[in-house]
């Protein structure tokens, strides 16, 4: 009887004021008939509900592949604006990257975490990284060299410093790994000058295939680094993305159809 208490729990739809409307699954009837039958077969019951049960979890991975396709094709490229004095390079900060980018991941259902876990080699420490939706989710561990070490190999940091630095790095690169971010040049939003912008020709396509692929416009232009995407114009799009631009346009258009 609890297994067709629990079943039954299944069909309800959040957010559907009416559920007697709702077309009945078949498979939920018909292991409702067999459970309900004094002479059922206990066997073939369990083998129905986990054929139930593998069916949801097909639908979550697919459901959580053709979201995770519309989120990445919203991700922004992100400004790397601060400076690391030892290594005489610029970096992204992790607030900077999730500011930019942990919105548009909840909005298609996303959650993201890496979180330190026991075990690894000398030197390392292990961060296993978990990205979930609904009732899917993808997970691994994944290495990140201890940093404690400037650049000349010299111990300059006490234990827990290099805890807390190595937590966040591991954060930092981890999200951008798993989502493909990419970390560039911070231009404030403005074309360089000397950059070549699209031709007239490519102008037309790229506006076509923004207006047949369903994007906000708004999201495209801050996908594409742009600070300003309210003023942003197309015309003066870089044209040296201008097939990365349609190829996103592309695969957004694409999940966007399967969702």
């Not at 699954?25 to 369990?46: F, Q, S, W």
């Not at 699209?198 to 790229?206: A, D, I, P, W």
């Not at 015309?235 to 201008?242: D, K, M, S, T, V």
Request: aromatic letters at 8%; proline letters at 5%.
């Amino acid at each position: 009887m609890n297994q067709v208490a629990k079943v039954q729990e299944t069909t309800a739809v959040p957010g559907t004021e009416d559920h007697s409307l709702l077309p009945a699954d078949p498979m939920v009837t018909m292991i409702e008939r067999v459970a309900m039958d004094p002479n059922a077969d206990i066997d073939k019951l369990e083998r129905m509900l986990a054929m139930k049960e593998r069916l949801e979890d097909k639908a979550a991975e697919t459901a959580f592949n053709e979201a995770f396709a519309q989120a990445q094709a919203e991700m922004p490229k992100i400004a790397a604006r601060h400076n690391n004095d030892q290594t005489s390079s610029k970096y992204a900060k992790l607030n900077n990257i999730y500011d930019e980018c942990k919105p548009i991941a909840t909005q298609y259902g996303f959650s993201f975490n890496a979180v330190p876990v026991a075990g690894g080699r000398d030197g390392y420490l292990n961060m296993r990284w978990t990205l979930r939706r609904g009732s899917h989710s993808e997970s691994d561990v994944s290495e990140v060299p201890i940093d404690d070490k400037g650049p000349k190999g010299t111990v300059n940091k006490t234990q827990t410093h290099a805890y807390g630095s190595t937590t966040s790095y591991g954060r930092r690169y981890l999200f951008c790994a798993v989502w493909d971010i990419a970390i560039g040049d911070d231009t404030d939003g403005n074309i360089p000058k000397q950059t070549e912008t699209v031709s007239s020709e490519q102008f037309v396509e790229l506006r076509d295939k923004l207006e047949e692929s369903g994007m906000d416009p708004r999201k495209f232009h801050l996908a594409f680094g742009h600070k300003d995407p309210d003023s942003a114009d197309l015309q003066l799009f870089p044209a040296a993305r201008f097939k990365e631009a349609m190829d996103r346009l592309k695969k957004y258009q694409e999940a966007k159809a399967n969702d």
